[in-house]
């Protein structure tokens, strides 16, 4: 038995048009329809929202935006707020994806703007946080990783209070896209810093209610070993959360 709910979530990115978005959730919930006991989430773009509801049906898939500005509403052309979001029936959003960061050069500061105004809404933040190749190679993981928790979740710091809802993601860049994937161990190890960063700055039965996913290249032939391992809650899959049958596969990992 797992001591916190699995999630596997699906970050479709800027993929997949209307029709195989739908296709897709099809085979989702055709594929998962007896599974127990795991959440599934997906994140489609932004347009897709709509439709992907009405695919979602009464199937229990968790609907959640990629990202989110912090402001209600206002002169932010190309910009979506957290109450659209929750107006497209979003219960979840991904802040603080690498990509984000790196390409959209959003910063902590920023990402905990998000943080606040999402978790002010009810909109259940996924916060990712991750360390580069250089940085890993340098020795710096947890350094960069407590700057990054420390920073992106300043507000709740200051509150000295995080809700047990919220989801953290672990997503090592150098893991993204790229077919690396940090080995269970190694994985293993950054989640247990992560959840002892939770249990120093909040308590610990924060910690031992908040759910840390592990972002990276996963896939069908790895999830199983990755979710053995006793902090990882869940798996944040880019590539192969848009494939139906090796989703599906993620899902069932066990067995
Ligand atoms: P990947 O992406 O599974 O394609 O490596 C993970 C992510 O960016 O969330």
Redesign the pocket.
Same mark, same amino acid.
């Given at each position: 038995m797992f001591e916190r709910t699995p999630m596997i979530a699906g970050?479709w990115k800027m993929n997949l048009r209307p029709a195989e978005a739908v296709k897709l959730i099809e085979t989702i919930s055709l594929g998962t329809g007896d599974v127990e006991g795991v959440d599934i989430l997906v994140a489609p773009p932004f347009t897709h929202l709509g439709i992907v509801r009405q695919a979602i049906g009464n199937s229990g898939i968790f609907l959640a935006g990629q990202n989110m500005h912090w402001e209600a509403s206002g002169a932010y052309t190309g910009e979506i707020s957290g109450r659209m979001l929750q107006d497209a029936t979003c219960t979840h959003v991904i802040l603080g994806?690498s /990509?984000r960061r790196e390409l959209f050069k959003e910063t902590d500061e920023m990402v905990n703007l998000k943080v606040k105004a999402a978790s002010f809404l009810g909109l259940i933040p996924i916060v990712c946080v991750g360390e580069t190749l250089a940085q890993r190679e340098a020795g710096h993981t947890f350094d960069v990783l407590k700057e990054q928790l420390n920073q992106s979740l300043e507000n709740f710091r200051l509150d000295q209070r995080m809700p047990t809802s919220t989801i953290l993601a672990y /997503?090592p860049v150098w @893991?993204?896209?790229t077919g690396l994937t940090a080995t269970p161990d190694e994985a293993q190890d950054v989640h247990h810093f992560i959840r002892e960063w939770v249990e120093t700055v909040f308590n610990s039965g924060t910690a031992t209610q908040v759910r840390i996913l592990y972002?990276?290249?996963?896939k069908p032939g790895n999830v199983s070993d990755l979710m053995s391992q006793p902090d990882i809650d869940g798996a944040?899959?880019?590539? @192969?959360s848009l494939k139906g049958d090796s989703f599906v596969d993620i899902i069932r990992f066990q067995g």
């Amino acid at each position: 038995m797992f001591e916190r709910t699995p999630m596997i979530a699906g970050n479709w990115k800027m993929n997949l048009r209307p029709a195989e978005a739908v296709k897709l959730i099809e085979t989702i919930s055709l594929g998962t329809g007896d599974v127990e006991g795991v959440d599934i989430l997906v994140a489609p773009p932004f347009t897709h929202l709509g439709i992907v509801r009405q695919a979602i049906g009464n199937s229990g898939i968790f609907l959640a935006g990629q990202n989110m500005h912090w402001e209600a509403s206002g002169a932010y052309t190309g910009e979506i707020s957290g109450r659209m979001l929750q107006d497209a029936t979003c219960t979840h959003v991904i802040l603080g994806h690498s /990509e984000r960061r790196e390409l959209f050069k959003e910063t902590d500061e920023m990402v905990n703007l998000k943080v606040k105004a999402a978790s002010f809404l009810g909109l259940i933040p996924i916060v990712c946080v991750g360390e580069t190749l250089a940085q890993r190679e340098a020795g710096h993981t947890f350094d960069v990783l407590k700057e990054q928790l420390n920073q992106s979740l300043e507000n709740f710091r200051l509150d000295q209070r995080m809700p047990t809802s919220t989801i953290l993601a672990y /997503e090592p860049v150098w @893991a993204i896209g790229t077919g690396l994937t940090a080995t269970p161990d190694e994985a293993q190890d950054v989640h247990h810093f992560i959840r002892e960063w939770v249990e120093t700055v909040f308590n610990s039965g924060t910690a031992t209610q908040v759910r840390i996913l592990y972002g990276g290249s996963v896939k069908p032939g790895n999830v199983s070993d990755l979710m053995s391992q006793p902090d990882i809650d869940g798996a944040l899959v880019g590539g @192969a959360s848009l494939k139906g049958d090796s989703f599906v596969d993620i899902i069932r990992f066990q067995g």
